[in-house]
C-alpha cells in the first residue's frame, strides 16, 4: 500500500475534519475505546490549530488522508505531575495529540506506519523522547503503544470526568 506523509496544509482542514467526523460516526456505533465525541474531540479546530502551529502531519493514500497525527512540545498540565524516565524541559521531547486513523484503514498497519513515522521524524529532530496520554479504556491504542516501544509511565487526571474518561495512562519512548 502506497502511503506519504507530509505536512498538513490549511487546504487540507475539510479532509481532517470529514475525518475526524468519520473516525466518530464510526465509534458511536460500536465499541468507542478513546471516549472520543463527535463535535467535542477531535474537530476542525483541532486541525486548524495543528497546521498554524506547523505539527501536524498527514498521511495520504491514492491522494486521500488516511491519518493524521499532531507532534507538539506542550504538553497536557498533569504531565508535569508524572516521574518521567528522562528528565527534560519540553522543547527536546515530541508529545503525540490527536492521533487519528480513517476507520476503513483499521488493522492494515496505517497505525504503527504512524507511530513509525513519529518516531522516525522525533529521532531526525535530536529529540530525547516521545510521550502521549492514552485513555485507560482504550485497548486497542495501548497495544499498539507498547508494540511500537512505549513504556508506561504513570496514570493521571486530564480533567475530563465529566465526559466519562477519569483516567488517562502516560507513555513514553526513549529515544537516546
Not at 502511503?3 to 487540507?12: I, P
Not at 460516526?25 to 495543528?50: H, Q, S, T
Request: hydrophobic share 35%; aromatic share 14%.
Amino acid at each position: 500500500m502506497e502511503m506519504r506523509f507530509e505536512l498538513g496544509k490549511l487546504n487540507d482542514v475539510d479532509e481532517l475534519e470529514r475525518l475526524y467526523n468519520d473516525l466518530n460516526d464510526y465509534l458511536e456505533k460500536g465499541e468507542n475505546y478513546p471516549g472520543w465525541k463527535k463535535g467535542v474531540y477531535p474537530v476542525r479546530k483541532n486541525a486548524i490549530d495543528g497546521i498554524k502551529n506547523g505539527n501536524l502531519y498527514v498521511l495520504r493514500h491514492d491522494g486521500k488522508i488516511i491519518a493524521s497525527v499532531i507532534l507538539s512540545h506542550k504538553p497536557e498540565p498533569a504531565y508535569y505531575k508524572a516521574k518521567w524516565n528522562i528528565d527534560s524541559n519540553y522543547s527536546g521531547i515530541f508529545v503525540i495529540y490527536t492521533f487519528v486513523v480513517h476507520p476503513k484503514f483499521f488493522k492494515c498497519g496505517v497505525g504503527k506506519a504512524l507511530m513509525d513515522f513519529s518516531t522516525d521524524y522525533s529521532i531526525k529532530s535530536k529529540a530525547k523522547s516521545i510521550r502521549l496520554d492514552v485513555y485507560e479504556g482504550n485497548i486497542p491504542a495501548i497495544r499498539l503503544y507498547e508494540k511500537c516501544g512505549f513504556k508506561y509511565v504513570d496514570t493521571v487526571d486530564l480533567g475530563l470526568g465529566s465526559y466519562g474518561l477519569n483516567w488517562f495512562k502516560l507513555y513514553e519512548k526513549l529515544l537516546l
